[in-house]
Antibody, heavy 121, light 110 residues
Framework: QVQLQESGPGLVKPSQTLSLTCTVS??????????WSWIRQPAGKGLEWIGR???????NYNPSLKSRVTISVDTSKNQFSLKLSSVTAADTAVYYC?????????????WGQGTLVTVSS | QSALTQPASVSGSPGQSITISCTGT?????????VSWYQQHPGKAPKLMIY???NRPSGVSNRFSGSKSGNTASLTISGLQAEDEADYYC??????????FGGGTKLTVL
């Protein structure tokens, strides 16, 4: 059974960089059959796709966040990470990591439980 | 890129059927058979209910079905049950190799 778990600071100051890691267990992140994605959800609002990474390191990002987002992968640790720079209160949200089908995009079959990140001084 | 358009809310009585629409453009919903639907209960992570327009993952009730016509995809839930009350989101692959989600629909079981 594949499991994903987000980790990282729950509080980030404005203008700083938000950093989160997703640890994958029960399966190899290097399997080659999946993308690994980040999605966020502000309180009371809808889901927003942030971006994805493939095991090769190739990435796709939401155009509205592209200038501030970096997603990376560490296959030796079976982890992938998110960095979001120059954060503001608008970046306060629950952040999810998820597995997406390589041959079936938009198909997120496994999700982490989500982690709340608050941007505040 | 704008979010896919979903009705803010729908409602139905137990046993009835409801349909939630998800409207995009020819660059996303209409251009690819990569539309998925997610169910989200309060405080929980989304759960995949439909993928590739009309496929159900193992373990998802056959009361849930998906379809697509042109730039609009639809999720139909038949035989409504109290536990179906949740938020529902559609998502679609786009021509820019990115993803879009719908704004979400709150389903109320009366």
């Amino acid at each position: 059974q594949v499991q994903l778990q987000e980790s990282g600071p729950g509080l980030v100051k404005p203008s700083q960089t938000l950093s989160l890691t997703c640890t994958v267990s029960g399966g190899s992140i290097s399997s080659g059959s999946y993308y690994w994605s980040w999605i966020r959800q502000p309180a009371g609002k809808g889901l927003e796709w942030i971006g994805r990474i493939y095991t090769s390191g190739s990435t796709n990002y939401n155009p509205s966040l592209k200038s501030r987002v970096t997603i990376s992968v560490d296959t030796s640790k079976n982890q992938f990470s998110l960095k979001l720079s120059s954060v503001t209160a608008a970046d306060t949200a629950v952040y999810y990591c998820a597995r997406e089908g390589l041959l079936s995009p938009a198909h997120f079959d496994y999700w982490g439980q989500g982690t709340l990140v608050t941007v505040s001084s | 890129q704008s979010a896919l358009t979903q009705p803010a809310s729908v409602s139905g009585s137990p046993g009835q059927s409801i349909t939630i629409s998800c409207t995009g453009t020819s660059s996303d919903v209409g251009g690819y058979n990569y539309v998925s639907w997610y169910q989200q209960h309060p405080g929980k992570a989304p759960k995949l209910m439909i993928y590739d327009v009309s496929n159900r993952p193992s373990g998802v009730s056959n009361r849930f079905s998906g379809s697509k016509s042109g730039n609009t995809a639809s999720l139909t839930i038949s035989g409504l049950q109290a536990e179906d009350e949740a938020d529902y989101y559609c998502s679609s692959y786009t021509s820019s190799s990115t993803l879009l989600f719908g704004g979400g629909t709150k389903l109320t079981v009366l």
